[in-house]
């Protein structure tokens, strides 16, 4: 089995970093990436990266936040700088994960279980 496990939410402050580590049965990772669903609205991209670290995003974030990932430790960040209100919502991250499924990688999608981020206005 696989988990994510998001952390770094709560009242962000600029500068503030949200992390999603992927663990278990793990082959390899493809794109991950984030998420988020304010109240009453659909779930949004964020932003994503791919294994080799190309990047996008959605134009409400661009230039104010910055996804990364760390390969060696199966975690993806996304560090928050010039947050406005309307940047409050559940924040989801994503991954697609090859797994090895009777020997052949077979890739599945993964959802971490959503941080709150608040932010104050």
């Known amino acids: 089995q696989v988990h994510l496990v998001e952390s770094g939410g709560g009242l962000v402050q600029p500068g503030d970093r949200l992390s999603c580590a992927a663990s278990g049965s793990i082959f390899s990772i493809n794109n991950m990436g984030w998420y988020r669903q304010a109240p009453g609205e659909q779930r949004e991209l964020v932003a994503s990266i791919t294994n080799s670290g190309s990047t996008n995003y959605a134009d409400s974030v661009k230039g104010r936040f910055t996804i990364s990932r760390d390969n060696a430790k199966n975690t993806v960040y996304l560090q928050m700088n010039s947050l406005k209100p309307e940047d409050t919502a559940v924040y989801y991250c994503?991954?697609?994960?090859?797994?090895?499924?009777?020997?052949?990688?077979?890739?599945?999608?993964?959802w971490g279980q959503g941080t709150q981020v608040a932010v104050s206005s």
């Open positions: 994503k991954a697609n994960i090859l797994r090895m499924v009777s020997g052949s990688p077979l890739q599945f999608a993964y």
